[in-house]
């Protein structure tokens, strides 16, 4: 299946770019971070993260389709 990612803060950092289409057979967002953690270095657990697909907040456990759209949201600091 087909994912449009976006990444933000120290994971825009660590992948080197702010978006980025992949091809995957993960099902799931935990399967589909554990691969891009892998790819691309991301140095946070799952539980330091929030996630949202199409838009919407949800669980590690989502059940993805073709062509969702998955955000990785890590803790920021404000100052």
């Given at each position: 299946?087909?994912?449009?990612?976006?990444?933000?803060?120290?994971?825009?950092?660590?992948?080197?770019?702010?978006?980025?289409?992949?091809?995957?057979?993960?099902?799931?967002?935990?399967?589909?971070?554990?691969?891009?953690?892998?790819?691309?270095?991301?140095?946070?657990?799952?539980?330091?993260?929030?996630?949202?697909?199409?838009?919407?907040?949800?669980?590690?456990?989502?059940?993805?389709?073709?062509?969702?759209?998955?955000?990785?949201l890590p803790p920021v600091s404000g100052g």
């Open positions: 299946m087909n994912y449009r990612l976006l990444y933000f803060a120290s994971l825009c950092d660590a992948a080197g770019r702010a978006e980025e289409q992949v091809a995957s057979d993960a099902r799931d967002v935990r399967a589909l971070y554990a691969e891009l953690a892998a790819r691309h270095g991301f140095a946070f657990a799952p539980d330091r993260l929030r996630v949202a697909v199409n838009g919407a907040f949800t669980d590690w456990n989502h059940r993805l389709a073709d062509n969702d759209e998955i955000v990785f």
